[in-house]
């Protein structure tokens, strides 16, 4: 009778255990969506990765810990500053970097991609030096306790998904509802007849960047508030990480991008727990691949036909 | 018509010579100041990395130029044949095999196991196509760095023995553990030098340009072009790109054995097989002009250099390359550059035949 009770115990923690790297991995993945979200959109209507994107996160996290510990702002502000600064950092690359090369291929469009991530990288390097920063979190919750105490839930763990839920349905439905939105879907599916039916196309793709910076630097303060250590290339892995989950839902697609980057964060937590800690990114691109070999276009991505 | 064909010939001819030429005068005039004592040690220490990347703009080149696909994941390639050719070195270290010979056989083994990997990783993901290769080469070179991160070989007298984990894993009956994980191969001999550089470099120059005006090259470029239309006059494209991506593979592999016998310690960081290996690499290939072989070469060893020659600028100096990086971009393929540009050059000729009318 006492050994079966220990055995139900064992399988309890077990199980915590488990709900508790599963929590974990949702946090991730759904920071990994609202950067994905980004990556999503700009392709989706400019047809170009932006491999900057990353860049705009680690700007997002170096501002608001300037704003939050340097200038010492409450938090709600501290995110506002960040969030501006990113919006228009996002409308002045694409202005100045982008925009010119729009008609030109899209290899010349990746490498000037490249090179502003390695400016931004650069510049904050030289600004705040490569030395990492104690990022002090951002979310004032307490954990919570639950099963007894044997379950611990970070506030950022909670803040994090709830965040990334509200910003998804708020994009799905501004996409679908708002006048804005339907012109970004249908600059994305063809600029020159858009243009006939008199939508600002630069308008529209700038508003775009704006959004998907914005979103960058949220999703900056939260991987920052989790994870409290920021450098320079901070935003790097999670920037190619955040584009994988994007490819992996479905590029082009704001559902897929959610999806995607919930199951890559999830995926990459339960890996690093019970298969192996270092393996963690190789299992994680291993099944991007089988997805996009068994469905190229990701898992929520439209076919599209090509003509002859 | 057979007069254009073989002013053609001759004209692809002289070009090949002209590449062949500037390599060859490169690597004179190095000598020459090494002679002459005329050389930092720091531009010394240069020498071989520049062979080793040269080679691996062009192995890109093949792919993104010639054959029309973007892979992010050569630096992967390269990893394999460093890899595998540094542990062939350190097997046959102490078996009296001569230094020659064991060099030579470990560049045919990089060579060869990277051609293998190309194989087996082109027969998926060639089926994908822009953006999405683009993607998957990037995860393959990421999975490629990882496993050799993780990686543990040692030999001992009952054969080899690879484990996941850690050294412990192996089982070990005494012998010698080769690969250790994240620290990777320690004490691989220094066999690479500036002269072996070059030459492997005239090789892969050789068979590249070779294979562009040959029938199988103009197959894979016809491929690239139009699949449709090169795949309704009979070419087998999946079998074309697939060739394309191996040769390349094979030549990436041959970089990263010139690379590991140029180090005395080999580790899979991302820094040197990771994406941004990748991309730098891929950044030569786009500076250097897309499916440009002369021009691959030669971004390759300018880009190199600018960082070392911007050393005196410390802080600044990847600033500055960024800046070049987006200033190059969008001064050879911004339309409205272009058209910007091309009215700078103008004033400038009329002003030249103005001043030879007013003689």
Known sequence: MYKKQLVRNDEVAKMMSFISYLLNGLSLGSVYAIIALGYTMVYGIAKMLNFAHGDILMVGGYTAFIAFNSLGLPIPVAILVSMVVCTLLGITIEKIAYKPLRQANS???LITAIGVSYLLQNLAQLIFSANPKSFSSFVPLKPVKLAG??????????????????????????????????AMLAVSEDKGAATLMGVDVNGTISLT?????????????????????LTPTTGAMPGIKAFVAAVLGGIGSIPGAFVGGIILGVLENLAKAYISSKLS????????????????TGILGKKIMEKV | MMDRVKAEKQKIFRSNMITFGIVIIAYIVVELMMQTGNISSLFKGLLVPLCTYSILAVSLNLVVGISGELSLGHAGFMCIGAFSSATWSMLMKSSGMPEGMRFFIAIVIGAVTAAFFGFLIGIPVLRLKGDYLAIVTLAFGEIIKNLVNALYFGVDANGPHFSLEDSMHLNMDGGTIIIKGAQGITGTPKNSNFTIGIILLLIVLFVVL?????????AVMAIRDNRIAAESVGLNATKFKLLAFTISAAIAGIGGALYAHNLSSLQALPKNFGYNQSIMILVFVVMGGIGNIRGSVIAAVVLTLLPELLRGLSDYRMLIYAVVLIFMMLCTSAPSWIQYRDRIMMSFKLKSTDGKENK
């Open chain 1, 107 to 109: 290899l010349s469009v």
């Open chain 1, 149 to 182: 105490g044997q379950l611990t839930i970070s506030g950022e763990t909670i803040v994090t998904i709830v965040t990334c839920i509200i910003i998804v349905a708020g994009l799905v439905t501004f996409i679908n509802k708002t006048k804005a939105g339907q």
């Open chain 1, 209 to 229: 960047f704006a959004i998907g910076s914005a979103l960058a630097a949220i999703g900056g303060i939260l991987l920052c508030s989790a994870y409290p250590t």
């Open chain 1, 281 to 296: 990114d190789a299992i994680v691109f291993s099944v991007l691949i089988i997805v996009l070999l068994v469905k190229p």
């Open chain 2, 210 to 218: 070779n294979l562009i005006n040959s029938r199988t090259g103009r």
